[in-house]
């Protein structure tokens, strides 16, 4: 279930604040948007992401966004899961400024802060878990697993482009490219059917290309390009489904 949450992060990441944003829509400074997991057809999870609103980091005007993701009912009993994680989102600039991560998962705990220095390109890691600290470059327009996501939803997605974004995930520095493929139709919240644009990631680090599944997923086609629909394979004959349920 681990590999799985970063999953789901990294297939929203389409888009990096090197691009020209769609002037139509902004993030709002609240919103809550809500997920269901499946796996082998039964519900194994809920992922709730949401905007809490404007504050101040660093003297910088900053969106607070804050992700929780858990397992339930028989899986939560198999593979407890109680994650949450907060990020910071340069208002202006639209990259991060810092990620704090709160894991909990089975017998693994992590509790640990990344602040980003956008202008000296570098990221400062500690660890309240060991005590341990690192130092490390990050490129430019660098984005957390969560910042990416609403990042990428002020793009204009249409079939055809393909985008890179620079993601910093485990103190490591991602490129994702992403396609975007045609347009069809689906049925969202509500049973409201929308437009919907197919993205198709690919992660790299470094040189090579990350080969720990495969992933597709589904966002609207307007404005503000909510999710809808993510389908992970996993190497092991294994397929989850994530769906937006609010």
């Known amino acids: 279930m681990r590999t799985v949450i970063a999953v789901i992060f990294f297939i929203l990441c389409c888009a990096s604040s090197a691009h020209a944003a ?37 003297g910088r005007k900053v969106y607070r966004i804050e992700v929780t993701a858990r397992t339930v009912g028989l899986c939560s009993k198999l593979y407890r899961v109680e994650d949450h994680y907060v990020s910071y989102l340069d208002a202006e600039r639209l990259y991060s400024l810092r990620h704090e991560v709160h894991r909990r998962e089975g017998g693994y705990k992590k509790d640990a802060v990344i602040d980003f ?37 002020t793009f204009d997605l249409q079939p055809g482009r393909r985008f890179d974004i620079r993601v910093c995930n485990s103190e490591k520095n991602y490129t994702i490219d992403l396609a975007i493929g045609n347009k069809t139709q689906m049925h969202t919240v509500g049973n409201r059917l929308v437009d919907v644009v197919r993205l198709q990631p690919k992660a790299h680090l470094k040189n090579n290309v990350v080969r720990d599944g495969r992933l597709s997923g589904y966002v609207e086609a307007g404005p503000g390009h909510a999710p809808v629909f993510i389908v992970i394979k996993a190497p092991v004959f294994t397929r989850l489904t994530a769906t937006r349920v609010k």
């Open 117 to 153: 220095d956008q202008d000296k390109h570098l990221a400062y890691f500690k660890s309240a878990t060991d005590g341990s600290e690192k130092r490390f470059a990050i490129p430019e327009n660098t984005q957390d697993t969560v910042t990416a996501v609403y990042v990428a939803r």
């Open 22 to 58: 769609d002037k139509g829509w902004s993030l709002p400074e609240k919103e809550s948007v809500v997920f269901k997991i499946k796996w082998l057809g039964i519900t194994a999870g809920e992922i709730t992401s949401e905007i809490k609103g404007l504050t101040e980091l660093r």
